[in-house]
């Protein structure tokens, strides 16, 4: 949710960038305040420069906002505090057992490995499955997301 302190993050991005239209996101990652910060650590830490989601979470009026190729998206913490802004460079979708060992690496979580990135999101979209109420199996189509870091300057890939 947009809120006075996201928007004056974008506003300071925006000055520095006029050429950026208005348009942006707002993600908190994981499903637990505490979980949004240990997520948004790792961005600002320069770890976490990927993300991914069930293609089921951005259906439905409720749903979260899709990503979109070359998009802007304000990153907040477990209170909603705005940690840094992302424009989106890359975008797949693929069945949850096709992400690959690179593609967890640069989600930068755990271990960094594969085995761990499909254990922590078998995990986590089975409880969103039960909250949302879609189908969890591993061919479930997941959204593949790559990102750059893009402000504040201090963070910027």
């Not at 993300?51 to 439905?60: K, L, N, P, R």
């Not at 979708?93 to 085995?115: H, I, M, N, Q």
């Not at 089975?126 to 879609?134: D, F, Q």
């Given at each position: 949710?947009?809120?006075?302190?996201?928007?004056?993050?974008?506003?300071?991005?925006?000055?520095?960038?006029?050429?950026?239209?208005?348009?942006?996101?707002?993600?908190?990652?994981?499903?637990?305040?505490?979980?949004?910060?240990?997520?948004?650590?790792?961005?600002?830490?320069?770890?976490?420069?990927?993300?991914?989601?069930?293609?089921?979470?951005?259906?439905?009026?409720?749903?979260?906002?899709?990503?979109?190729?070359?998009?802007?998206?304000?990153?907040?913490?477990?209170?909603?505090?705005?940690?840094?802004?992302?424009?989106?460079?890359?975008?797949?979708?693929?069945?949850?057992?096709?992400?690959?060992?690179?593609?967890?690496?640069?989600?930068?979580?755990?271990?960094r490995s594969l085995a761990y990135w499909l254990d922590a999101h078998r995990a986590y979209f089975?409880?969103?499955?039960?909250?949302?109420?879609?189908?969890?199996?591993?061919?479930?189509?997941?959204?593949?997301?790559?990102?750059?870091?893009?402000?504040?300057?201090?963070?910027?890939?």
């Amino acid at each position: 949710m947009k809120t006075a302190e996201t928007e004056e993050l974008w506003r300071a991005y925006r000055a520095a960038h006029p050429d950026v239209g208005d348009d942006y996101d707002v993600v908190a990652f994981g499903d637990s305040a505490a979980q949004a910060d240990e997520l948004a650590e790792l961005v600002v830490a320069g770890t976490k420069r990927a993300t991914a989601g069930s293609a089921y979470s951005f259906e439905g009026d409720d749903a979260e906002p899709a990503p979109v190729l070359g998009g802007h998206v304000v990153l907040v913490d477990g209170a909603g505090r705005p940690r840094c802004v992302w424009r989106t460079t890359q975008l797949d979708v693929k069945p949850l057992t096709e992400v690959d060992a690179a593609f967890a690496w640069d989600e930068g979580e755990g271990d960094r490995s594969l085995a761990y990135w499909l254990d922590a999101h078998r995990a986590y979209f089975t409880r969103e499955a039960g909250r949302l109420g879609y189908p969890f199996d591993d061919a479930m189509p997941t959204v593949l997301e790559r990102f750059t870091v893009v402000w504040p300057p201090e963070l910027a890939d």
